[in-house]
């Protein structure tokens, strides 16, 4: 059985398309991500799995359940982190945890969960009191008062620092290993490709790839970058000449090499090497998700 | 209804912890009686027929505290508690959506009651203020006051789209009230042509079932004021109903 089932899913404000005909299928124990641009539709498309919103139309199912009709049985088993909450501010977080366990019928062990967030000492301060990341691994802790099947995570790390991204990464690595599904939304691609087992990306509404971040990659067929600065520059035609290489741009003093297979750093550099060029800052650039989107869309992702 | 209990019981810690919502609630009208009793003292006056001004000010006052609580209080909390999105965190636990507002009108409506409790205490301790009405009736009498008043208050906070104009409009409504309606100052003082305005506030009618109601009138006398606040509730609860907005 799968966790969740969404076919031909539409919802429109107006004139616009929000959500335009998307469908997919999240297994049970995996991190799902839902990856596109802001106003993609992500944020529409979570919603409406929530129970938050009603849908024009298709057919929704998570954990076999209808979100409109069936809204309460479903919301005692998800978990839900929703990109814009809050909490009065001067509840204090041992009693926010305590309210929200009253509410379900099954309830997790709220001191463990504080303590995994790493809250266990902030547990007698105020919401408001707290910085921005304490606050988000409240609401994380939140979504998983009620030891859900399903933990609904959306835009989780928008607005933390590249730190706190990354700490927020392994807890959410931890909470699936604790045999939870995933789905999350996110626009930082890199995001998606650490952490989700498959990946749709979204654009307008619409789905426009989905797959295990790897394969969606490897779709593009796409060349490895080789970048380095020179201090002279130097004649492009023995680089070309290079096993694999696909082309050379060379402006300003900086050198992209493009090219595929295995190797191809190792000959690039003898070649500079046995040339006696000096070179600074090599680094290599493969192709991740950003290309995908790219190259899918046509256009940059960027937040 | 499960977590019903515990959420009244937080709604009221919360209540607690905010002091200008605790000042206005609890605080205020015992002050105020403090402040005019120390002025004017008890004495039998033939003006408010042969009560004093504290056995007729306590009844007045408990309008309001009603009205702080249902035109400033809760039009701003609902608000910004809908603008902040925690009424939408609530909305994504099992809790029905009814058994949230019922903890809502619950906790204020116990801190309305603690205002009274704690102005009558004030009365009775430093003024021997006297009391010749059924304390059933009293207590009914303010349950239906402050009901019809709390509809009022979630009208206003489903209509402001911001807790900014939720206080405004909240306090543009109240302070007039408050002083034409003799809550604050007796109607007695009023000259004629304010209190023909009078009649038509809500309020007013507050005060006067609470004034008969604490000499020991019967309900008889005031049918007025029932059908008035009774048709105030009945349509504030399908208007605020109406209107009422988790986001």
């Known amino acids: ?303 | 209804m499960r977590g019903l209990w515990k959420l009244i019981v937080v709604e009221l810690k919360l209540y607690l912890r905010e002091p200008a919502a605790t000042f206005f609630t609890i605080i205020f009208a015992p002050m105020l009686l403090l402040l005019f009793g120390t002025i004017y003292g008890n004495k039998p006056n033939p003006f408010f027929g042969g009560r004093g001004m504290v056995d007729v000010s306590v009844p007045s006052y408990i309008a309001l505290i009603i009205i702080s609580v249902g035109f400033m209080g809760i039009p701003v909390a609902t608000a910004a508690n809908r603008e902040a999105g925690v009424l939408r965190r609530f909305r994504m636990t099992p809790l029905r959506p009814a058994a949230y507002i019922v903890s809502n009108i619950a906790s204020y409506y116990v801190m309305t009651a603690a205002g009274v409790v704690a102005l009558v205490v004030v009365g009775k301790a430093v003024y021997g203020m006297k009391f010749e009405g059924n304390i059933l009736s009293v207590w009914a009498g303010f349950t239906l006051g402050s009901l019809a008043f709390f509809a009022l208050g979630y009208l206003v906070a489903g209509v402001a789209s911001t807790a900014r104009i939720a206080q405004a409009v909240g306090m543009i409504a109240a302070f007039p009230m408050m002083f034409l309606s003799g809550s604050a100052i007796p109607l007695e003082v009023l000259p004629q042509s304010v209190r023909n305005v009078s009649r038509f506030l809500p309020l007013t009618h507050v005060v006067t079932l609470m004034r008969g109601l604490w000499a020991g009138e019967g309900w008889l006398k005031h049918q007025t004021e029932v059908a008035v606040l009774g048709g105030v509730l009945v349509v504030g609860i399908i208007l605020s109903a109406r209107f009422f907005r988790w986001e």
């Open chain 1, 1 to 303: 059985m799968t966790a969740i089932t969404i076919d031909q899913l539409h919802k429109s404000y107006g004139d616009l398309h929000a959500v335009d005909g998307v469908t997919f299928e999240v297994c049970p124990g995996e991190i799902f991500g839902m990856v596109g641009p802001n106003g993609a539709g992500k944020t529409t498309t979570i919603e409406c799995l929530e129970g938050l919103r009603r849908p024009d139309g298709g057919r929704l199912s998570v954990l076999g359940l209808d979100p409109q009709r069936q809204g309460y049985e479903l919301r005692e088993r998800i978990g839900v982190q929703l990109q814009e909450s809050s909490l009065p501010d001067r509840l204090k977080v041992r009693e926010v945890m305590g309210l929200f366990a009253a509410f379900y019928r099954r309830s997790a062990d709220s001191t463990a969960l504080l303590d995994q967030l790493g809250l266990a000492e902030k547990s007698g301060a105020a919401f408001g009191q707290l910085s921005g990341g304490q606050k988000q691994r409240l609401f994380i802790a939140l979504a998983l008062i009620n030891d859900p099947e399903i933990v609904f995570l959306d835009e989780l790390t928008t607005g933390l620092d590249p730190q706190a991204r990354r700490a927020m990464w392994e807890l959410v690595k931890g909470v699936r290993e604790r045999g939870k599904t995933i789905f999350l939304t996110t626009h930082y691609m890199e995001e998606a490709e650490h952490l989700c087992d498959r990946v749709a990306i979204i654009d307008h509404g619409k789905v426009v790839a989905l797959d295990t971040p790897r394969n969606l990659v490897a779709s593009l067929d796409a060349e490895n970058r080789i970048v380095f600065s020179l201090e002279a520059p130097v004649d492009d035609a023995p680089f070309r000449a290079i096993q694999g290489v696909t082309r050379v741009e060379q402006s300003g003093g900086r050198i992209i090499i493009f090219g595929r297979g295995d190797g191809l750093l190792v000959r690039v550099v003898m070649a500079l090497d046995s040339a006696k060029i000096r070179f600074r800052d090599l680094r290599t650039e493969q192709p991740s998700l950003e290309d995908v989107f790219l190259a899918l869309t046509g256009k940059e992702m960027r937040d």
